[in-house]
């Protein structure tokens, strides 16, 4: 999951994928300390998932306005150009 995609999501929508996540991780915590994991770097992926989740809940919460590296690329490159 990119973090494009997480901020286009609802708060209704990051709620929910955030809860699922977690509770995701904790299934894999599980299978990881019975030895049935199959795959464990789907657990670092489900952390850094939750950290974004959680990163643009904050930021909502904040007000606060992030503008995307897309726009600050090109932004410099215009300012370069002159």
């Not at 977690?22 to 049935?36: H, I, K």
Request: proline share 1%; hydrophobic share 35%; charged share 40%.
């Amino acid at each position: 999951m990119k973090i494009v995609e997480v901020r286009n999501f609802t708060d209704s929508e990051l709620v929910a994928k955030k809860k699922d996540a977690r509770q995701e991780y904790f299934n894999l915590r599980l299978q990881q300390q019975t030895g049935a994991l199959e795959k464990p770097s789907r657990l670092n992926e489900l952390r850094k998932d939750v950290a974004k989740l959680e990163t643009v809940l904050s930021e909502r919460r904040l007000g606060l306005k992030v503008k995307s590296r897309t726009a600050k690329k090109s932004a410099a490159t215009a300012e370069k150009k002159k």
